[in-house]
């Protein structure tokens, strides 16, 4: 069945540095994938909607210049949390739905750690 | 709008008994309703989904989930949970006929106890 790659799976970085998450379809093509975040014992909540060939939709309260969305390709989806501090420290997931009739996949999450 | 209310959240029952595990949702439009299953720092997985017909969806590990309109509920339900069911449990509703804006619920962790 389709598939969604993400990596890296965690990854621990210093306060004012940059981290970049990727997000790949691997076995069909994802013109939009959904970037996520989820907090302890919370529910996912949707950042922003990444958009093959055109600019990510943020949400409400997301702010851009610190989440940078690009969607290079058709199956390629990046996510760069730029001068990254302690309070960005989450699980970050992206998803894409799949084909016609095919609800959303998930990849299968990264853990940020900032210190 | 839409929103989803999962009122438990952390659900605690023995290996080989019955569990249900509740999920209510408002829409001001027609639903597609899922339940999505998490194991520890892992993405999410998908359950069952409703998207139309039978009321009443399966999944391949004994899980089922009950659409009712009326009451605006998706409970899911196993007559027997295994120590590997332990995860937390999110369900999930998108305007039918897409999925692109899906809502989760707040999560209900499931813990099977020996």
């Known amino acids: 069945g389709a598939v969604v790659s993400q990596h890296p799976s965690w990854v621990i970085c210093k306060s004012g540095t940059s981290v970049k998450i990727e997000c790949r379809s691997l076995?069909?093509?994802?013109?939009?994938m959904f970037w996520y975040r989820q907090f302890p014992k919370q529910s996912l909540m949707l950042m922003a909607t990444s958009n093959e060939g055109s600019k990510a939709t943020y949400e409400q309260g997301v702010e851009k210049d610190k989440f940078l969305i690009n969607h290079a390709s058709l199956t390629l989806s990046t996510l760069t949390v730029t001068s990254a501090h302690p309070e960005d420290s989450s699980f970050y997931i992206c998803?894409?739905?799949?084909?016609?009739?095919?609800?959303?996949?998930f990849g299968n999450g990264t853990r940020l750690t900032v210190t | 709008a839409q929103s989803v209310t999962q009122l438990d959240s952390q659900v605690p029952v023995f290996e080989e008994a019955p569990v249900e595990l509740r999920c209510n949702y408002s829409s001001s439009v027609s639903v597609y309703l899922f339940w999505y299953v998490q194991y520890p720092n892992q993405g999410l997985q998908l359950l069952l989904k409703y998207l139309s017909g039978s009321t009443l969806v399966e999944s391949i590990n004994g899980f089922e989930a009950e659409f009712n309109k009326s009451q605006t509920s998706f409970h899911l339900r196993k007559p027997s949970v295994h120590i590997s069911d332990t995860a937390e449990y999110f369900c999930?509703?998108?305007?039918?006929?897409?999925?692109?804006?899906?809502?989760f619920g707040t999560g209900t962790k499931l813990q099977v106890i020996p």
């Open positions: 998803s894409a739905p799949g084909e016609s009739g095919s609800p959303l996949h």
């Open positions: 076995d069909f093509q994802a013109t939009t």
């Open positions: 999930a509703v998108s305007p039918s006929g897409g999925y692109q804006k899906v809502t």
